[in-house]
C-alpha cells in the first residue's frame, strides 16, 4: 500500500513538473509574441528604405512562424494577428 502512494507521489511530480515547464515556455512564447506585435507600430514611426522594409517584413514573418510552431509543440496554440502596415 505504501508503495502504491509512493508511485503516485512520483507520477504527481512528475507531472507538476510538466505543467510548470509548458505554463512557462507558453508565457515566454506569448511574451516573444506581444513584442513581435509591437514592431509594426514602432517601425510606423521610423523611416525606412525598401530593403530595411523587405528585411523587417522576412524577420518578423519568421519569427511568428517559428514561435506559432513553437506554441504548438508545447500545446497551447497561439493566435497571432499582426498586421503589417509599414
Do not use: Y
Not at 528585411?55 to 497561439?78: A, C, K, M, R, W
Amino acid at each position: 500500500m505504501l508503495q502504491h502512494f509512493a508511485q503516485q507521489g512520483k507520477q504527481f511530480d512528475s507531472q507538476t513538473q510538466a505543467i510548470k515547464f509548458r505554463d512557462a515556455n507558453s508565457k515566454r512564447i506569448t511574451f516573444e509574441l506581444r513584442c513581435l506585435k509591437a514592431w509594426p507600430f514602432a517601425a510606423k514611426t521610423e523611416r525606412v528604405n525598401v530593403e530595411q522594409r523587405q528585411l523587417f517584413e522576412g524577420t518578423l514573418t519568421t519569427d511568428q512562424d517559428n514561435l506559432n510552431i513553437s506554441s504548438l509543440q508545447v500545446g497551447s496554440p497561439v493566435r497571432s494577428h499582426v498586421v503589417i502596415g509599414i
